[in-house]
């Protein structure tokens, strides 16, 4: 059975700080992993992660995988208020269409 | 593109009665996704399906639940009779297909703000 562990469950910081969130992963057939940010309602996508070694990067946030011991990171830098959420990792196999979510990180960023 | 439509946004019924959540997926997007989201199991993929058809309905819960797709633009989410350990937010997401060939943007998924189910 897949599975995708996040951690750390919960993280509370001071605004500024740098966080770096942690999604391994063990699929058969992996294909590619996803990070998802949830605020109050939907998850929206961030990344999709298909290579190791190479960073996507979108303004503060950036993430990068790696196959080989099946992980991948989600940083932050000069957090904002605005980065509270809960984050997502999910990671997509070759046997269907399905993604497997992680149980998600909850970060709280403090005035 | 609006983006995937869910409704009701907010759904409180009574332990018993009959319950149907509605989604419009993105248009041109093949693969149309319900998932479940609680506190205690995170998100949970339901039911999928690719094209109208059911592909992978191994999460519905039991026989209380079932799924529609009559065509490419809706799907509906029954639950009867309704219980009140059904309650959840419930998640519609969709996607444009398998992707391989064509590039592998095509796995992703993108969803509806949910419906907030209460059964009392």
């Known amino acids: 059975e897949d599975k995708v562990v996040q951690s750390p469950l919960s993280l509370v910081v001071h605004e500024g700080d740098t966080v770096t969130l942690n999604c391994s992963y063990e699929?058969?057939?992996?294909?590619?992993l996803l990070w998802y940010k949830q605020e109050k309602k939907a998850p929206t996508f961030l990344f999709m992660l298909t290579s190791s070694g190479i960073e996507k990067k979108s303004g503060r946030l950036s993430s990068i995988l790696d196959k080989k011991e099946l992980f991948s990171i989600l940083n932050i830098t000069a957090t904002q208020t605005g980065d509270s959420a809960v984050y997502l990792c999910?990671?997509?196999?070759?046997?269907?269409?399905?993604?497997?979510f992680g149980g998600g990180t909850r970060l709280m960023v403090k005035p | 593109d609006a983006g995937v439509i869910q409704s009701p946004r907010h759904e409180v019924t009574e332990m018993g009665q009959e319950v149907t959540l509605r989604c419009k997926p993105i248009?041109?997007?093949?693969?149309l996704f319900w998932y479940r989201q609680t506190m205690m199991r995170g998100l949970e993929l339901l039911i999928y399906?690719?094209?109208?058809?059911?592909?992978?309905d191994s999460g519905m819960p039991e026989d209380r639940f079932s799924a529609k797709m009559p065509n490419a633009s809706f799907s509906t989410l029954k639950i009867q009779p309704s219980e009140p350990r059904d309650s959840a937010v419930y998640f519609c997401?969709?996607?444009?297909?398998?992707?391989?060939?064509?590039?592998?943007?095509?796995?992703?998924?993108?969803f509806g703000a949910g419906t907030r189910l209460s059964v009392l």
């Open positions: 248009s041109g997007h093949d693969y």
């Open positions: 699929v058969t057939n992996f294909r590619s």
């Open positions: 399906f690719n094209n109208n058809v059911p592909i992978d």
């Open positions: 997401a969709s996607s444009r297909g398998l992707g391989l060939a064509g590039g592998l943007a095509k796995n992703i998924q993108y």
């Open positions: 999910a990671a997509h196999n070759n046997a269907g269409n399905m993604l497997t």
